[in-house]
């Protein structure tokens, strides 16, 4: 009998110039990239569980501590010792899931944010010991499970008025056919993926640059940052007190368009003037949450307007967090008004919208892809085409797996809505590429018509962001996840990486006194 024996939880964090976590981010001011890194022991030495959640540094500490208890009460009960040995049988992985997504005293806390995470973690480090214990990646493993130990997994309760688990089970017994020729597909092909190169405290020649160097990796698809300028005048008004009346801060949102409208357009210049492929390099964007859904509007009506009136093709393939994910209702407010301020354009101007990093469960996604105003009930309308859920935002490949089903309901009642998740923190990539590989197994790589899902990366110009930090990084080649057969789901650190990173006393922590002290800060 195999059982759990052990739980470790360690803090991971990058110095700000580390990789990626450098002062860019327009949302977070330049985070620290950080981990919660949770380790299952087990009383075969040969076998572990590991997961991570990402953070950006200050909270670390907090998050390490609610992972520990929470991995701690569920896991360690010696009246009800976890068996390793059996989890894939039946619905016993799905029904330990379920104990903990259905627990009335963290259910208390809100079911969100800390609380489920930490529910993540756990959920996550399980799935990583079952694929390991099966000796397949993580994917892989529940790929090949039936569906009803899939529908186990799931918590219905709240989102049984779109998605019944009898209609779960229909979705999932549908998938079974060709589901071999998509598994291996997946190995063969990998997963399309694209890059965030254009971040908003880069110059313009730099911008181009990277633009340039994205074509000669053979990326397909890009992200540009937007909308840092609004930000930084939002926040001079608050420091010299002033405050702005509606008029103001419409006027603010239209400089802060006109101001990336001189990026963007450098940027498909660029791509007109050096791509020479088939397919060239396409652009998405990303605010970062920072407008309110009226700025939101103004902004994007502004900067898609004169963007179509340099050239039609400048086409901008979404725009990711216009605003906070929370409210599907603003964004079904956003994308509404744009609706009919693009009505009278020809060829035409549609700017999709995308959201879901920071989604905080299933019930989030519900809504996004299933509310309406009621003036749309005729019409098969989501609040946004893209959806981005997180790998540890969320309680973990249970939450995520309801997600995937949830959208692809959404695409069976013609809401044909692209399923393009978050990563670029560190050990997203690692753990997202297997509920997207997952994704791909089950219900194809394209929606119902034909645009192909595709996943985020983060790679630094002279190398990826992983190597050399995890066991078995995620590598992308010519715009491809590469998918190998390493049992688990691939975030376990390796020696060299914990020996940099961990804190208070990695060695890139220890490199300076500025680094040791902000160490000593997220620690505490």
Same mark, same amino acid.
């Given at each position: 009998m195999i059982t759990i024996e052990s739980v470790k939880v360690t803090p991971v964090a990058a110095p #700000?110039?580390?990789?990626?976590?450098?002062?860019?981010?327009?949302?977070?001011?330049?985070p620290t990239y950080a981990n919660v890194y949770l380790q299952l022991g087990t009383n075969d030495a040969q076998l572990s569980g590991s997961s991570i959640i990402f953070t950006n540094g200050h909270g670390l500490k907090e998050m390490c501590d609610l992972t520990e208890q929470f991995a701690t009460r569920f896991l360690l009960d010696a009246n009800t010792p976890v068996r390793i040995d059996t989890l894939h049988e039946g619905t016993n992985f799905g029904r330990l899931c379920q104990s903990m997504l259905q627990d009335s005293d963290y259910g208390w806390l809100g079911a969100v944010g800390m609380s489920r995470m930490a529910i993540g973690a756990v959920i996550n480090a399980l799935?990583?010991?079952?694929?390991?214990?099966?000796?397949?990646? +993580?994917?892989?493993?529940? +790929?090949?499970?039936? /569906? *009803?130990?899939?529908? +186990?997994?799931? &918590?219905?309760?709240?989102?049984? &008025?779109?998605?019944? /688990?009898?209609?779960?089970?229909?979705? =999932?017994?549908?998938? @079974?056919?060709?589901?071999?020729?998509?598994?291996k597909r997946v190995y063969q092909r990998g997963l399309l993926a694209y890059n965030t190169a254009g971040w908003s405290g880069i110059s313009i020649d730099e911008l181009q640059t990277q633009t340039r160097l994205m074509i000669d990796r053979r990326w397909p698809q890009i992200k540009i940052k937007v909308g840092a300028s609004f930000a930084e005048r939002r926040l001079k008004l608050n420091e010299h007190a002033k405050a702005p009346s509606r008029t103001e801060l419409d006027q603010l949102a239209r400089q802060a368009a006109d101001d990336d409208l001189v990026r963007l357009q450098a940027v498909f210049q660029t791509i007109a003037a050096y791509d020479r492929r088939h397919h060239p390099l396409q652009i998405a964007v990303d605010?970062?949450?920072?407008? &309110?859904?009226?700025? $939101?509007v103004v902004f994007i009506g502004h900067l898609a307007k004169e963007l179509y009136r340099l050239n039609p093709d400048y086409k901008i393939v979404w725009f990711e *967090?216009?605003?906070? #994910?929370?409210?599907?209702?603003?964004? !079904?407010?956003? @994308?509404?008004? =744009?609706? =009919?301020?693009?009505?009278?354009? *020809? #060829?035409? !101007?549609?700017? #999709?919208?995308?959201?879901g990093e920071q989604g905080a469960s299933p019930v989030v996604f519900k809504d996004l892809l299933f509310a309406n105003l009621g003036r749309f009930e005729h019409e098969q309308t989501c609040a946004i085409e893209v959806i981005q859920m997180d790998y540890s935002r969320v309680a973990g490949i249970a939450d995520n797996l309801a997600?995937?089903?949830? $959208?692809?309901? +959404?695409?069976?009642q013609g809401r044909d809505v692209r399923i393009c998740p978050h990563t670029g923190g560190i050990g997203l990539c690692e753990g997202m590429r297997n509920v997207q590989a997952l994704q791909h197994a089950l219900f194809g790589h394209t929606n119902a018509g034909g645009t192909p899902d595709i996943l985020e990366f983060v790679e630094e110009p002279d190398r990826s962001v992983h190597e050399g930090v995890f066991r078995n990084p995620a590598i992308v080649v010519d715009g491809h996840y590469q998918m190998n057969t390493t049992p688990g789901v691939g975030v376990d650190y390796s020696d060299e990486g914990l020996a940099l990173y961990r804190l208070p006393d990695g060695q890139a922590w220890s490199a300076n006194e500025k680094y040791r002290e902000l160490a000593k800060r997220l620690s505490r």
């Open positions: #700000p110039t580390g990789f990626g976590g450098d002062a860019r981010n327009i949302a977070q001011g330049g799935w990583d010991l079952l694929a390991k214990q099966q000796q397949k990646p +993580a994917w892989h493993v529940l +790929a090949e499970m039936t /569906p *009803e130990q899939l529908i +186990a997994c799931i &918590d219905f309760e709240h989102i049984s &008025d779109v998605l019944a /688990p009898a209609e779960a089970l229909a979705l =999932l017994q549908d998938a @079974q056919t060709g589901l071999a020729e998509r598994i605010s970062n949450q920072v407008f &309110d859904t009226r700025s $939101a *967090e216009p605003t906070t #994910p929370h409210s599907a209702m603003a964004h !079904l407010a956003i @994308q509404h008004a =744009l609706q =009919l301020a693009f009505t009278d354009y *020809e #060829p035409s !101007l549609n700017i #999709p919208l995308s959201t997600i995937l089903l949830l $959208a692809q309901q +959404a695409r069976r």
